[in-house]
T-cell receptor, first 116, second 114 residues
Framework: DAGVIQSPRHEVTEMGQEVTLRCKPI?????LFWYRQTMMRGLELLIYFNNNVPIDDSGMPEDRFSAKMPNASFSTLKIQPSEPRDSAVYFCASSPRDEASTDTQYFGPGTRLTVL | AQKITQTQPGMFVQEKEAVTLDCTYDTSDQSYGLFWYKQPSSGEMIFLIYQGSYDEQNATEGRYSLNFQKARKSANLVISASQLGDSAMYFCAMRDTGGFKTIFGAGTRLFVKA
């Protein structure tokens, strides 16, 4: 089975530009998560969805960040306008609500974003 | 508030030896899950092992085992027979089973020496 797919893998953009990160979760997983990883702050949960509905976006840093999940197989994280401090690795993860209730999250390969 | 603490920024271990990576957590929840992930230099996050707060036995997955001491709020990862490919960053994480919000520790970088 294919794992979580993220695109692009690397993105370099200039300050002020709009950036869109994309994610395809594992088929059949009900939950989708967006994380940001930086050296200073480690791995932070930005937002998560259940059945395409945003459940908790308290980790979204500010209004410049938005996330959508129009269907069960696709999600986007958008930054508009981007700033140098947004430079980080952005991970998407998905999780089933499995019978064992471990609800393990499986991560995509990440998108390394550099804002100049 | 929930918190995960990994006190070892870096660890060295000789190939074929066992190593323990420490993790302590703080939560007021009675039901929660504990996870360990591996992040090699290539950057992906790889799930290793899970322990539920009500599980009476320590979790094991191949060479990985989780030393769960609930009263001490610790969930240490034990890697037996270390291999060069085990060199990576290791993250401990906790999720309350009432929701899906997961918090991660700062990580421990493991170096396996030949």
């Amino acid at each position: 089975d294919a794992g979580v797919i993220q695109s692009p893998r690397h993105e370099v953009t200039e300050m002020g530009q709009e950036v869109t990160l994309r994610c395809k979760p594992i088929s059949g997983h009900d939950y989708l998560f967006w994380y940001r990883q930086t050296m200073m702050r480690g791995l932070e949960l930005l937002i998560y969805f259940n059945n395409n509905v945003p459940i908790d976006d308290s980790g979204m840093p500010e209004d410049r960040f938005s996330a959508k999940m129009p269907n069960a197989s696709f999600s986007t994280l958008k930054i508009q306008p981007s700033e140098p401090r947004d430079s980080a690795v952005y991970f998407c993860a998905s999780s089933p609500r499995d019978e064992a209730s471990t609800d393990t999250q499986y991560f995509g390969p990440g998108t390394r974003l550099t804002v100049l | 508030a929930q918190k995960i603490t990994q006190t070892q920024p870096g660890m060295f271990v000789q190939e074929k030896e066992a190593v323990t990576l420490d993790c302590t957590y703080d939560t007021s929840d009675q039901s929660y899950g504990l996870f360990w992930y591996k992040q090699p230099s290539s950057g992906e996050m790889i799930f290793l092992i899970y322990q539920g707060s009500y599980d009476e036995q320590n979790a094991t997955e191949g060479r990985y085992s989780l030393n769960f001491q609930k009263a001490r709020k610790s969930a240490n990862l034990v890697i037996s027979a270390s291999q060069l490919g085990d060199s990576a960053m290791y993250f401990c994480a906790m999720r309350d089973t009432g929701g899906f919000k997961t918090i991660f520790g700062a990580g421990t970088r493991l170096f396996v020496k030949a």
